[in-house]
RNA sequence: GCCGCGUUGGUCAAUCGGCUAAGACGCCUCCCUUUCACGGAGGAAUGACGGGUUCGACUCCCGUACGCGGUACCA
């Protein structure tokens, strides 16, 4: 094959939410691309009429957006093989159908959906439950095989519906050489006839598949390792269309796999488990239902990325966080395991609080603010960064930093006193009472200065420092829980710090 | 049932015939910190099984078991 323009693509079917696994099979898609030079296509998949959901590709798109995986070509930005939505494109197919029955690697069926159904339960036994429309059935069933010339050009004049069939061949094998799992084989008498065109004049995926690659010039197939099975259609497709030296290189990835148990991890395992499956919120409209999404469950598009790709990829180095620009370069498909990978959401926690310590506070302040609206309070962006830097180390989403950090934000109205109350005495009371006029006269409010006035009083009273260090705590805060002390007050400031002590002195001796 | 793919700690995984089998998440202990984290130091925990091939197999081959995927006019 000669040095052609690296081109690949991703084909999902607009009927619901964007899974994490789709979304790892655009990263490995795009990574591949870019590493390249190549193109990165987005077609859409809406061969189904009957599951099309409205809403679900404007949906996929966003999700890419956020992620930062968009395409060179698609729907919304066109490109030079337009249409992208195959719904579009469905003339195209039929003519392809066509040549392959001229050819004779296809037929016309005429089976009804019934007629299918009574098919499979007749053939139906013990050792073969799922009865395949194949070489040996094909000759008890109404189709353009089993059916004179006459009788299928006259079902054919009078309209009769009828599907495009491919003809597999009786005893042939048929091996590829996928990407990543080197050279794999089948049995073509094992697989059935599968319809390419539909009833409805649609192709479906495995025409539609090769047609579109074909014509859109795709060198590069990645796809999720349950097509697999189906791949000698397409090879054989790609050879009786005649386009067998353009066919791409396929790339089965693995699987990624639900926590418990064993099987594809799917939306209810999500829900079953509490966390999220799908990129970003996805509302069912037909419904209502809401499953939670990425996004919204406070990932950073980064960590959702980079941990969507040490899912089933390594370089190998033990290095786990990546830039989308070290991936890119990094990438290799001779590294993406051939095995399914179990998701482990404290991982993908784990990757979330990585980037929250190296976010750049102003940022998170960003993120953040929504929150606060939320909550109706509204804080100078600059308050809010030092809150987001002091706390982040202990969040792992954007929105814990709520969690540790609230009473930056609204002093506290109740007091853990039993934290303080048994070891409490007067000399402290005293302690604080004298603190507070000697922070009142602090011209610089900053933590050295707070910090040094705190212990040099503290030593002259002859009070342990450590000891006077979680009631402090326990006034400005509330509780046992937060960034340092001295931190804290220094960020207060010094009405506020002042403020809370009088208020603790009272809750404590009360 | 049949076909295909897979199988290293609880999980993600390195190893491309030399292994005293990395590293990460999680878990446990300790240090730091009179909050909680972060950080640091330790710890427990792994090659499904049986045959080959080989001086030497986690690595290669075969079989078995197990798991997964497919077996639709869904993708």
């Given at each position: 094959m000669q040095q052609q323009k690296v081109r690949v693509r991703f084909a999902p079917s607009p009927t619901g939410g964007l899974h994490l696994g789709g979304v790892r099979t655009v990263l490995f898609n795009y990574l591949f691309a870019k590493q390249h030079n190549g193109d990165f296509v987005l077609r859409i998949e809406d061969t189904d009429q009957t599951r099309y959901v409205p809403g679900a590709e404007e949906y996929i798109m966003e999700c890419l957006k956020w992620c930062g995986l968009n395409a060179d070509e698609s729907p919304l930005v066109g490109g030079p093989y337009a249409p992208y939505r195959q719904s579009e494109r469905k003339p195209i197919y039929r003519e392809y159908a066509e040549q392959l029955v001229k050819a004779g690697y296809a037929y016309y069926a005429f089976d009804t959906p019934e007629e299918l159904e009574e098919m499979r339960t007749r053939l139906k036994t013990e050792e073969n439950p799922s009865p395949q429309y194949n070489h040996a059935a094909r000759a008890q069933m109404k189709n353009s095989i089993s059916l004179s010339e006459a009788e299928t050009a006259a079902l054919l004049k009078n309209g009769t519906r009828h599907v495009i069939r491919i003809k597999m061949p009786d005893n042939e094998e048929v091996s590829f050489t996928d990407l990543i799992r080197g050279h794999v084989q089948f049995n073509t008498s094992t697989v059935d006839d599968k319809v390419l065109l539909k009833a409805d004049g649609m192709p479906t995926y495995h025409l539609a598949v090769v047609v579109d690659d074909y014509l859109m010039k795709i060198t590069h197939a990645f796809r999720g390792e349950e097509w697999l099975p189906s791949a000698p259609v397409h090879l054989l497709l790609w050879k009786y269309?005649?386009?067998?030296?353009?066919?791409?290189?396929?790339?089965?990835?693995?699987?990624?796999?639900?926590p418990d148990g064993n099987g594809k991890l799917s939306k209810r395992d999500g829900d079953r488990l509490g966390f999220p499956v799908y990129a970003m919120n996805w509302t069912d409209p037909k419904t209502g239902d809401l499953t939670k999404g990425f996004r919204e469950n406070g990932f950073l598009?980064?960590?959702?990325?980079?941990?969507?790709?040490?899912?089933?990829?390594?370089?190998?180095?033990?290095?786990?966080?990546?830039?989308?620009?070290?991936?890119?370069?990094?990438?290799?498909l001779d590294r993406v395991s051939k095995s399914g990978a179990k998701f482990d959401y404290e991982k993908a926690k784990w990757f979330n609080h990585q980037y929250l310590l190296n976010a750049d506070n102003n940022k998170l302040a960003t993120l953040f603010e929504p929150v606060l609206k939320e909550k109706g309070i509204t804080a100078a962006p600059e308050y809010v960064a030092t809150i987001a830097g002091l706390v982040k180390d202990r969040c792992d989403f954007v929105n814990d930093i709520w969690n540790h950090g609230f009473f930056f934000f609204q002093a506290p109205e109740t007091w853990d006193v039993t934290a303080v109350k048994p070891k409490w005495n007067a000399d402290k009371?005293?302690?604080?009472?004298?603190?507070?006029?000697?922070?009142?006269?602090?011209?610089?409010?900053?933590?050295?200065?707070?910090?040094?006035?705190?212990?040099?009083?503290?030593?002259?009273?002859?009070?342990?420092?450590?000891?006077?260090?979680?009631?402090?705590?326990?006034?400005?805060?509330?509780g046992k829980f937060g960034p340092p002390v001295f931190n804290i007050a220094e960020t207060l400031g010094k009405h506020e710090t002042i403020q809370r002590i009088m208020n603790g002195l009272k809750a404590i001796n009360a």
């Open positions: 269309l005649g386009w067998e030296a353009d066919m791409p290189q396929w790339a089965h990835l693995p699987l990624i796999l639900k598009p980064e960590a959702f990325v980079n941990m969507l790709a040490m899912l089933g990829w390594n370089d190998g180095s033990g290095q786990e966080i990546f830039s989308m620009d070290e991936l890119i370069a990094r990438f290799s009371t005293q302690f604080f009472m004298d603190w507070a006029s000697v922070l009142e006269t602090l011209s610089d409010f900053s933590l050295a200065s707070v910090e040094e006035s705190f212990k040099t009083l503290a030593t002259s009273m002859n009070i342990k420092v450590g000891e006077l260090q979680l009631p402090f705590r326990i006034m400005l805060t509330g």
